[in-house]
């Protein structure tokens, strides 16, 4: 079986990218170096090479359209006329007449070329050869630009076309615009077909899958059809008639009874009678649709006149050569695809009359008498009166009433429900889970006497009452607790005191209303030294009235920060305190500022610890192992610092000279390099 997938046709490219690709492929695959000095043969060879190779290339690429693309004369009449109402086969065969065309003049101007070279009697001669043959060549790609992007241009139409197979079994669905012939498919199979309230929503064909008696049938949802001559046809409409006249199917004619499509009853049979020639030797199923808004019943005479000379021409349609037929039970059926009603009876009716029409075929053909002289079909006969009843062994049936018990389901409270009332009469029992060493227990009742004692005497009925009172003096505790915080955070406080925790609670909210404002911005906010700070927020003046306003003693704070900016100037090393009292004639150095002199008693180099020198928590036992690893740790990291490593971590083997940089093409008979 022929399986048409147009999908698989590779892409036509235009005529300069056809143009780029053959030749920068010539430039990559053939040798590109020559020199003066080489023998007349050798230079002859070059350069017919190049020229033969880009034949070739040529010569592959147009093969491959010519190939791929369907002869509308070698495929299915269904596809050859669906592709002549889409694309025009003139034009279509007259694009694909160009491309051969083409190929055959790069074939003959190579031929002439070579012939050419062969008697090229200087490198230049050669040269001019070649590039004259190239761009003879690439001059009939140039025409035949238009031609190539028309067939690109059919391709990706044709990849867009659904796949549909014209030997399997089919259902094709048909009728004027808008009676229901989308829904219908929608419902029965998986197809996603666009539905709307207008005329020619489905402008192109459309195929669905469903399942009937373990076989698969495709759905073809056919545009709406108008009752008008051939030749006004339009493109959509072509598609349903070439569908119609050349796919052996079980076809679906939809009616709208209710009216509510545009279109009267008698203008659809119009159109009935009009392409009935069709419908020939096809099972045929007249269906009318919206029976939610008008039921057949209530249909007008006439109109019900004009149904049943549908239902008897199609009904003659059963037979070839217009001859009567006698069942006519699938013939008229009613249906609604709003509510789904009559939609499954409609799809059995057309399968099983497409089923029984294929078998008919089937066994009416000639192939049909080489598979029967292969069957025969045995017919057991009794040999004597005697009844031989069928023996099954005891172990046999043992183990199946084995198997059938185990299978047996175990009874759910929805099955007690069922058997003992259903809901509101039967009552679970909560108590038959409970896990207790007797299970006769589960059902008891609590006792009234127990061990000599009245059980009512321990349970105290105002339970409940007094629980209430300790939660509601729980409360009261809590709250008085509450009330007593709240005193010690005011009410036992100063008024000086309370005015100071007020200033510190609401210096408190403003700095974090600030803080938030700055992180919120802090991405977009660019930092700003302070010597360019215009606004002086921070300033040891405004810093001392902030503090004095509190009542507390500025002038501490202000000494310790101007100490603090003081030290971050640069200024000359002092001589160290150490070494003045170590050694008792060190000079003595005169200092101008007390303040300064206390500050310079900076620890002195001498008294820095040596490298060799054990810290506890470091690791190592004594002096002696510490010097020893850090001379191994300082062996270890030369070669790495040779290297320029980062660390020990660092595995990068720099390519010094990248073989696709330093390496040029190869020369005339070299293949290291393949």
């Not at 048909?174 to 829904?183: A, E, F, I, Q, T």
């Not at 006519?328 to 099983?352: F, P």
């Not at 005011?490 to 609401?506: F, M, N, W």
């Not at 991405?523 to 215009?534: I, L, Y």
Request: charged share 30%; proline share 4%; aromatic share 6%.
């Amino acid at each position: 079986m022929v399986q048409y997938n147009f999908k698989k046709i590779t892409v036509v490219p235009k005529g300069k990218d056809f143009i780029d690709i053959i030749l920068s492929r010539t430039q990559r695959q053939t040798p590109t170096v020559v020199h003066k000095g080489y023998a007349i043969s050798r230079l002859r060879q070059f350069y017919m090479r190049k020229v033969k190779y880009t034949q070739s290339n040529f010569h592959e690429k147009l093969s491959t359209i010519i190939d791929e693309f369907p002869r509308l004369d070698g495929i299915h009449p269904f596809y050859g006329d669906l592709l002549h109402v889409l694309y025009n086969k003139d034009h279509y065969k007259l694009a694909l007449g160009q491309i051969n065309t083409a190929r055959n003049l790069i074939s003959k101007i190579a031929k002439d070329y070579v012939k050419l070279l062969k008697y090229g009697d200087s490198l230049y001669r050669c040269k001019s050869l070649k590039v004259a043959a190239l761009g003879r060549m690439c001059t009939v790609i140039k025409r035949i630009g238009p031609s190539l992007a028309y067939l690109e241009q059919i391709r990706q139409h044709m990849a867009r076309l659904p796949s549909i197979d014209p030997n399997t079994r089919t259902v094709l669905i048909c009728g004027y615009p808008n009676v229901g012939k989308s829904s219908f498919i929608n419902k029965i199979t998986r197809a996603d077909v666009d539905v709307q309230p207008y005329a020619f929503t489905t402008k192109s064909l459309f195929v669905g899958h469903t399942d009937y008696k373990y076989l698969r049938y495709q759905v073809i949802d056919t545009p709406g059809i108008l009752d008008r001559p051939f030749e006004d046809r339009n493109i959509i409409e072509m598609c349903s008639i070439t569908a119609l006249a050349h796919l052996r199917a079980a076809v679906l004619f939809f009616l709208d009874v209710s009216g509510s499509c545009g279109y009267s009853i008698a203008q659809q049979a119009a159109l009935f009678h009009s392409i009935k020639s069709l419908f020939m030797n096809k099972p045929l199923t007249i269906v009318c649709n919206k029976t939610d808004l008008q039921p057949l019943d209530g249909i007008s005479e006439e109109d019900m006149k004009l149904v049943m000379e549908m239902k008897s021409e199609a009904m003659k349609t059963l037979v070839a050569q217009g001859g009567e037929a006698t069942n006519d039970a699938d013939v008229l059926l009613t249906m609604s695809t709003l509510t789904e009603d009559g939609v499954i009876a409609v799809k059995n009716a057309a399968c099983e009359r497409l089923l029984n029409q294929r078998v008919e075929l089937k066994m009416k053909s000639k192939k049909i008498n080489d598979c029967l002289n292969r069957f025969h079909v045995a017919m057991p006969k009794p040999r004597d009166q005697r009844e031989r009843p069928p023996c099954i062994p005891q172990a046999v049936l043992e183990a199946k009433a084995k198997e059938a018990a185990e299978k047996e389901k175990r009874k759910t409270e929805k099955d007690l429900e069922d058997e003992n009332g259903g809901a509101g009469v039967y009552s679970a029992s909560l108590k038959k889970n409970y896990i207790l060493a007797n299970d006769e227990w589960k059902e008891d009742v609590l006792p009234e006497i127990l061990d000599g004692h009245n059980v009512y005497d321990f349970i105290d009925p105002d339970i409940l009452q007094r629980l209430e009172e300790l939660e509601s003096e729980e409360g009261i505790r809590q709250a008085e607790e509450g009330d007593e915080d709240f005193e010690l955070d005011g009410e036992e406080l100063t008024p000086e005191e309370k005015e100071a925790l007020s200033e510190i609670r609401k210096k408190k909210s403003l700095l974090i209303q600030e803080h938030r404002m700055k992180k919120s911005t802090a991405e977009s906010r660019p930092t700003v030294p302070r010597k360019f700070d215009k606004d002086r927020k921070f300033t040891t003046k405004r810093m001392g009235r902030q503090l004095s306003a509190m009542g507390v003693d500025p002038s501490k704070a202000i000494t310790r920060l101007r100490e603090r900016s003081l030290s971050r100037k640069g200024r000359k090393r002092e001589r160290s305190t150490d070494r003045e009292h170590d050694g008792g004639d060190a000079m003595d150095v005169d200092q101008p500022n007390k303040k300064l002199r206390l500050r310079s008693t900076s620890r002195s180099r001498s008294r820095s610890r040596p490298p060799g020198e054990v810290v506890p928590g470091e690791g190592f036992k004594d002096s002696v192992q510490k010097n020893k690893a850090l001379k191994l740790f300082k062996n270890s990291a030369k070669k790495r610092n040779k290297d320029a490593r980062r660390g020990e971590a660092d595995r990068v083997i720099p390519t010094l000279k990248p073989k696709h940089l330093f390496s040029g093409k190869r020369s005339i008979g070299k293949t290291e390099r393949r």
